[in-house]
């Protein structure tokens, strides 16, 4: 490491800032995506990167190399996240309002905040043998699995399972003992696998996954209520965060379906695209009036084998995190 790099106060200043760009550049998507896994919100994600690289750099002058670079940013921004966990002004649940009123949930979700992460967002180019893993550990399910952890058995599973780091490297960010780890790790572990679906899902970008995600597009479009509940699994899920209500199995999306497919549900268009390693659409409604499209929602789907066991469908703010517009003309 250069002594530029690792004394901010000397030489010029846009050496020392290309010095720790050039330090904590290569870390910083991963950084984001590990925030967001512990978070489950790509802006408070953003927030506390943000936090970990100005701490970074204050800190910089007493890094002593005793652990590598990279494990000593997710100390920093792991703790990061737990500070913004225990803060008391966490976001409560606040949607757009629904032009008509569900029918009764299955149950309401216990998952505060949730959103989704484009795909863009994530490493463009993970080793062949990481590919698997890092789709599993980005996708909703594994999310939302780990929001409803306590905040230091979330971030164990995380550091241990999926960044890979030592039980010691773990203990040592969470100021704990090897052992208090192990223990969490257990509990956490069992929790999580709970979540993952029955089937894995085709590839992505397979013909298989187009075939599924077409054909859920063709019926949603004229909101073919039989088509699209045969296209669920019996345990299926339908949700809509930050609202709280939840629909599971085939009756019960029969419902929410029925309902929300209301009389003069205007023309629709779809865009697809891809968040947590899943298949997505933004859908656009077209008003008859002016003739303008506009967004009423990302939908991310997960499939199961040849079926798709949950749909979840975001806030059309969300869009610009996609680089997607809130009207097409």
């Known amino acids: 490491m250069s002594e530029a790099a690792r004394r901010p106060g000397t030489g010029t200043e846009r050496r020392d800032d290309a010095a720790f760009a050039d330090l904590v550049g290569p870390f910083r998507r991963e950084l984001q995506v590990h925030c967001y896994r512990l978070l489950g919100s790509l802006q408070d994600a953003e927030e506390a990167v943000q936090e970990t690289l100005l701490s970074a750099w204050q800190g910089l002058p007493s890094f002593e190399g005793r652990s590598s670079v990279r494990t000593w940013l997710y100390r920093i921004a792991t703790r990061k996240c737990l500070d913004h966990l225990r803060a008391a002004d966490r976001r409560v649940r606040v949607g757009t309002p629904l032009r008509v009123e569900p029918p009764e949930p299955s149950r309401t979700s216990e998952v505060a905040w949730l959103q989704p992460y484009p795909d863009d967002l994530m490493d463009p180019a993970p080793r062949p043998d990481d590919v698997a893993v890092t789709r599993e550990a980005t996708s909703l399910a594994f999310v939302r699995a780990l929001q409803l952890l306590p905040p230091r058995q979330r971030a164990a599973l995380v550091l241990r399972d999926v960044i890979e780091l030592r039980a010691a490297e773990v203990a040592a960010i969470l100021e704990t003992t090897e052992e208090s780890v192990t223990s969490a790790l257990k509990r956490a572990r069992a929790a999580v696998a709970a979540a993952r679906p029955a089937e894995p899902p085709p590839p992505p970008g397979s013909a298989e996954e187009r075939r599924i995600v077409d054909e859920w597009l063709d019926a949603f479009s004229t909101m073919d209520v039989p088509r699209l509940v045969a ?88 869009l610009a995190y996609f680089g997607m517009p809130r009207t097409l003309d």
């Open 231 to 318: 296209l669920l699994t019996e345990d299926a899920w339908v949700r809509m965060p930050p609202l709280e209500f939840e629909y599971q199995g085939r009756e019960a999306a029969t419902r929410f379906f029925t309902v929300m497919g209301r009389p003069g549900r205007g023309r629709q268009r779809y865009v697809v695209t891809r968040a947590n390693g899943q298949p997505a659409f933004a859908a656009y409604e077209r008003d008859a009036v002016t003739g303008v499209w506009h967004a009423r929602g990302l939908h991310v789907m997960t499939l199961a084998g040849s079926l798709v066991s949950e749909v979840t469908r975001f806030e059309p703010a969300l």
